[in-house]
């Protein structure tokens, strides 16, 4: 990797950080950039979990006041993006290439849908079955799981699947489910990152820029983020969301 490669790691590690926190999508943004500065697909996806670990942590302190009185939902859901993150990491050493790839796009255009019409959709499963779950019951437990596994091996889009899945069955203003997003986005990187040193090949250079460029977008991305309105929150993931979608089909 040459001196001015190195520079442009850096720098979208800052916007990935960013969006990562105010939504998700990042990997979107530095998966492409490792793989133009000539790591291989494995190689630069094991890299980019890493790198974007300290950026999610960084968004999670930055939503700290957000997850106040949400220690119990952490420690359900967290356990659930543990043990999905370690199968996610495990499916891509074993799995042929772009086997989950192909169905990521469809994943995402589920997340948007369930983004715009989760305001009507709550509504209607609040009549029908009276005061939802505090917690999202199973039904979102298995959503966290499953989003972790999805997370674990390529990560894109993981936080908007998040958001929508918890904004439709748990009744929580889209803040502190961003919050909560946060956070186990951090656990789903973290522990296939953590797998990755030990069964796969790293790229440090990439890892070190990539954590640099995160934690300060992390940062920056908290502070925008807790000031958007729900409405332009939601909109903002749909701009994201979209460009995904054309991103991954044109590559």
Known sequence: MTFWEGVAVLLVGVFAG?????????????FPVLLA?????????????????????????GYRAELKGQLPRLLRFGTASLLGGVCGAILLLVLPPGAFEAIVPVLIVLALVLVVIQPWLSRKLAERSGERHPHGGIGLLLAVFATGIYGGYFGAAQGILLLAFMGILMDEPLQRTNAIKN??????????????????DVAWPAVVLIAAGATVGGLLGAKVGRKLSPAVLRGVIVLVGLAAIVQLLLK
């Open 18 to 30: 960013g969006i990562n926190t105010v939504v998700g999508s990042g990997t979107l943004v530095t």
């Open 37 to 61: 500065v000539g790591y291989p697909p494995v190689v630069a996806n094991v890299s980019n979990s890493l790198g974007l670990v300290p950026g999610s942590v960084a968004g999670a302190i």
């Open 183 to 200: 956070v186990l986005a951090t656990i789903v990187n973290l522990t296939s990152g953590v797998l990755f040193i030990f069964i796969a």
